[in-house]
């Protein structure tokens, strides 16, 4: 069945509009196998313009959260200024990083350390260097624990939150949050590595993760196996009713799914036309991957979306 005949009527479209999300663009200092943003990418970046939009946009709007993501968006020579002034006008920025060579980007630090609205989310898609490298490239796993314990030596995963994301390594889905958290912080203690919370994101396909599946024969599979771990329980809680997510050129989508498989709002085209605009709300575009937010206990960019487990599926069911 299409997701958009599954999900219930009620759900179709926006709540209140209290997220920004927002692509700086897609420049990334490493290729991840699940990455669904990079397949495409032309080192695009967000100009110095379309980050003034953005902050008009937050100037004449009440949005509580700046979800900062990419690519790597400390890469951006122009972050700092999006961020300091971004957290002047919202109760929270999210940045999302792999934080590798965070450490040395002297001038984020310091606006991380004095800035107390920023809560940090670092990408490691597990806890072992083999699983990570394999996934991200060989070595990464070091560089990405040197750059959360440069974190937390500011503080960050301390008195400061720092969450940590988990995607499964495989067409398969993720297990319980709260159980991997518990293996997260074991096994992450022993590299004198502190963290706040865990996220845990269910793999869509698209990107690179899809070009796995295609590549293997699994790519019909794993829809499948999405469809019938739909949990109906999810979609109070679906990201794309709070939040609108805006691409390096200022373009708008639904979620950074659609961002990434270009399926702009059926209402809104670029963050310049809804500077002004007050009625945010809008119909939501279902596409068959959106089934990834609703399998098992659900996916976000905030992690799983409730704690029952009413789909017929157990937890972790790999693909043979």
Not at 110 to 128: A, D, F, G, M, R
Not at 219 to 231: S, V
Request: glycine share 8%; proline share 3%; with cysteine.
């Amino acid at each position: 069945m299409n997701f958009v005949d599954k999900i219930s009527k009620e759900y179709m479209s926006t709540g209140d509009i209290t997220t920004l999300q927002v692509n700086v663009g897609k420049v990334c200092n490493l290729r991840c196998s699940h990455c669904h943003i990079m397949w495409d990418s032309n080192n695009e970046v967000m100009s110095l313009d379309t980050m003034d939009a953005i902050l008009d946009f937050l100037r004449n709007h009440d949005m509580k959260v700046l979800d900062i993501t990419g690519g790597e968006p400390t890469m951006l020579n122009k972050l700092p200024y999006f961020i300091e002034e971004g957290s002047k006008l919202v109760d929270t920025i999210i940045l999302r990083t792999n934080a590798i060579g965070i450490g040395r980007r002297k001038k984020l630090m310091s606006l991380l350390q004095t800035i107390e609205n920023i809560e940090v989310t670092v990408s490691l898609p597990c806890y072992t260097a083999q699983n990570t490298d394999t996934m991200r490239g060989e070595g990464s796993y070091a560089h990405i624990l040197q750059g959360i314990r440069d974190l937390n030596s500011i503080g960050y995963g301390r008195e400061r939150t720092l969450n940590l994301v988990y995607n499964p390594l495989g067409a398969f889905l993720p297990g319980p949050q709260a159980a991997l958290e518990e293996d997260y912080r074991r096994e992450l203690g022993k590299q004198d590595v502190e963290f706040s919370n865990l996220i845990v994101i269910t793999n869509l396909p698209i990107g690179h993760f899809k070009n796995y599946l295609v590549e293997n024969n699994k790519f019909e599979e794993y829809l499948d196996l999405l469809e019938e771990a739909y949990n109906p329980e999810t979609e109070a809680g679906l990201m794309c009713r709070t939040q609108i997510s805006c691409d390096w050129d200022g373009s708008l989508y639904d979620c950074d799914f659609h961002l990434a498989a270009k399926l702009k709002t059926s209402k809104y085209d670029n963050i310049r036309d809804i500077i002004y605009e007050k009625d945010l709300s809008r119909e939501i575009i279902f596409v068959n991957y959106c089934y990834g937010c609703t399998a098992g206990a659900g996916s976000s960019c905030g992690g799983q979306l409730t704690e029952s487990k009413t789909c017929p599926l157990k937890e972790s069911l790999e693909l043979e």
